[in-house]
């Protein structure tokens, strides 16, 4: 990846971090110190429609009426809070992972990774205002807002460099003489992490400016690139080679491995043969003491076609039973399961793949 690529990625983590930072803080009106707030009883004169986007809720208490009147302006663009969410927390893994490069710099991905998980994202909108109004009843009142003009013009920006970003990645990725590698995969991957959160933009820009339904990104949204990746996964066979004492045991933990790189869309062959090898070694040793335990190893290398060892692994562990040995193996081999399945194996995997972005 080139320092232009890398600069650009450190001025979007930089921009997504606003997704924290919504807007001027909460202006509460003391009980009896002010007249109740025009936008209480007419909205739409207060802050009209052709200007803003804004929504009133109450509650008992200000924590609920704010939630409320957040779920609100939330509906009013149609958000998917949970789609943006998760692909905030991927885009922000992908930087993390990436950072340990000496040759890359992601000045804002610690930061972005804490804003991402703070009730400080108000339900993924950028440019929210907000006041509350405490009536004498005690009932609390919130005016949620945001400005067209002005958050147009935030999203647009964003848009704009998110879609550069993704420009320079998809390019990356076609101009590789081996489309079948996992470095090709690992571009798109991240072209389709950031897609996902631009797609939410741009379907939040058009509610905010219907014109800009005839502005859309280049790139063709998120599930175009999902296309090219799996597309790019498809031509990658990875052949698993693995090796324990019994036979029982070889079966489940290849299909254990096998099921974690179908599910990124990865062709699998479990008799060995492919563009990569995963080769694994899984050993267990009963211990009786106390109570009887099983200590596990396991050991991995992912070979390319030349031989060469692109990603290691390595765990060990025990599981106990109480009374029971063959018990207490069985929940060693679950272990290994769990860990080449959605466990360490596979966390550090993914990592690992993220990381090719250098």
Same mark, same amino acid.
């Given at each position: 990846m080139k320092n232009e690529l890398k600069t650009r990625i450190v001025y979007a983590a930089a921009l997504l971090i606003m997704c924290g930072c919504a807007g001027s803080p909460p202006a509460e009106a003391q009980a009896g110190a002010q007249a109740v707030p025009g936008w209480v009883n007419d909205l739409d004169k207060a802050f009209p429609s052709k200007d803003w986007v804004?929504?009133?809720?109450?509650?008992?208490? $200000?924590? $609920?009426?704010?939630?409320?009147?957040?779920?609100?302006?939330?509906r009013?663009?149609?958000?998917?809070?949970?789609?943006?969410?998760?692909?905030?927390?991927?885009?922000?893994q992908i930087v993390n992972d990436a950072a340990g490069k000496k040759t890359v710099s992601f000045?804002?991905?610690?930061?972005?990774? $804490?804003?991402?998980? @703070?009730?400080?994202?108000?339900?993924?909108?950028?440019?929210?205002?907000v006041d509350v109004y405490r009536a004498p009843d005690k009932t609390v009142y919130v005016n949620a807002r945001m400005n067209r003009r002005e958050c147009s013009a935030r999203y647009?920006?964003?848009?704009?460099?998110?879609?550069?970003?993704?420009?320079?990645?998809?390019?990356?990725?076609?101009?590789?003489?081996? $489309?079948? @590698?996992?470095d090709v995969y690992s571009r798109l991957s991240f072209a389709y992490a950031i897609a996902l959160?631009?797609?939410?933009?741009q379907n939040i820009l058009e509610v905010l400016d219907p014109s800009a339904v005839n502005r859309k990104p280049g790139y063709g949204g998120a599930?175009?690139?999902? /296309?090219?990746?799996?597309?790019?996964?498809?031509?990658?066979?990875?052949?698993?080679?693995?090796?324990?004492?019994?036979?029982?045991?070889k079966t489940q933990l290849t299909r254990a491995a096998g099921s974690f790189f179908k599910d990124l869309g990865f062709r699998i062959n479990e008799q060995g043969a492919g563009n990569y090898v995963l080769r694994a070694n899984a050993r267990f040793e009963g211990l009786a003491q106390n109570v009887n335990s099983c200590r596990y190893f396991l050991d991995a290398v992912m070979e390319n076609r030349n031989k060469a060892?692109?990603?290691?692994? /390595?765990?060990?562990?025990?599981?106990a039973h109480?009374?029971?040995?063959?018990?207490?193996?069985?929940?060693?081999?679950?272990?290994v399961e769990t860990s080449l399945k959605e466990g360490k194996f596979a966390q550090e995997f993914d990592s690992w793949l993220n990381s090719l972005l250098d």
């Open positions: 804004a929504v009133v809720a109450q509650g008992s208490s $200000q924590p $609920q009426a704010e939630s409320a009147a957040m779920n609100a302006l939330a009013a663009f149609k958000t998917d809070v949970a789609s943006l969410t998760q692909a905030s927390q991927r885009f922000s000045d804002e991905s610690k930061s972005f990774s $804490q804003d991402v998980n @703070t009730s400080t994202n108000v339900k993924g909108l950028i440019g929210v205002q647009s920006g964003m848009i704009r460099e998110n879609a550069a970003i993704i420009n320079r990645l998809l390019a990356d990725a076609a101009a590789m003489p081996e $489309q079948d @590698t996992f959160i631009t797609d939410n933009f599930n175009a690139i999902k /296309t090219k990746m799996l597309e790019c996964a498809a031509r990658i066979t990875i052949g698993i080679v693995m090796d324990t004492e019994q036979a029982a045991d060892a692109v990603f290691s692994f /390595t765990e060990d562990d025990r599981k109480p009374n029971n040995a063959s018990e207490a193996r069985r929940l060693a081999v679950r272990a």
